[in-house]
């Protein structure tokens, strides 16, 4: 290794976890000179770079930092899904990145505003409809609405979109989500026994210790979703997606992940017996402390 002089080029080949940039002095100065990332690149400090590689080590996950070298270049908070804004977020509280913070901020509150004018039904339209035997919600968009603590079994919200619908300790039985829309929707401690969520986006959903006994979730979107703690006993999990998804100390007895995709997904301390786990590929799959006993992992890659 060889010290890097202030004195060298401006231009600087940084590793960020893994990924590599090309950029400069002034890119990494200008737009936020307080931030963590102008003081190490001022000049002020004696960085280390590869004597081969040429290149500035930062231990920090690289998927977001192009963004934050187009926010300090440009000063546009990039266009993303909602739930890479949170990831996004944390990138640029770590970096110090005061007006990338704001930016970010900001267009949040436009969407959730953009969604509330958009909801075609209030919390109080919901109570009023519950109150009928059978009610059926097929394809309202019910975006940013506060339905937590209701009881909301057997309603047909088929279709619908639910985005960042608030269902906390609500009671939701044997209601049918099938192919909605629900990206980071919360489920927090919410009853959702025999629920059927067949093809549904539950994209970066809290469902961490909601009883999902027996829920139908095949085909289901769960990636980058917490789990925590959930009860999931003879859930149907055939195909779902769990890329990325924390499953720590879940019960998943009986359930059956038939070619689910658990790539990157926690299941540290997670109760899998019996559970049908045949020919799965476990190979980035956190499973220290698991329950096995009884599980059917024939074929199962590790």
Known sequence: ????????????????????????????????????????FSGRHTLCQDSDKGYVFVDRDGKHFRHILNWLRDGVVPT????????????AEYYQLLGLID??????????EVDEFRT???????IK????????????????????????????????????????????????????????????????????????????????????????LQDACLVDSSLCGADLRTAHLQNADLTNANLEGAVLEGANLKGAKLNNANLKGANLQRAYLSHLNLRNTHLEGARLDGANTVGVIR
């Open 103 to 112: 930016g970010i901020h900001a267009v949040l509150n436009e969407k959730k």
């Open 129 to 216: 409809c519950i109150q009928s035997e059978k009610v059926r919600l097929r394809g309202v968009n019910l975006s940013g609405l506060d339905l937590s603590k209701l009881d909301l079994s057997y309603v047909d919200f088929s279709y619908a979109c639910l985005k960042n619908v608030f269902f906390s300790r609500a009671n939701l039985q044997c209601a049918k989500f099938r192919d909605v829309e629900a990206e980071a929707s919360i489920f927090h401690n919410a009853t959702l026994r025999e629920c059927e969520f067949t093809g549904a986006n539950l994209r970066g959903a809290l469902l961490a210790g909601a009883c999902l006994q027996s829920a139908n």
């Open 80 to 91: 993303l899904e909602e739930y890479q804004y949170s990831e996004l977020l944390r990138e």
């Open 120 to 126: 075609e039904l209030t919390r109080t339209d919901i």
């Open 1 to 40: 290794m060889k010290n890097l002089q202030s004195d060298l080029s401006s231009v600087f080949r940084l590793n960020i976890g893994g990924k590599k940039f090309c950029t400069t002095t002034d890119t990494l100065t200008q737009r936020e000179p307080d931030s963590m990332l102008a003081a190490m």
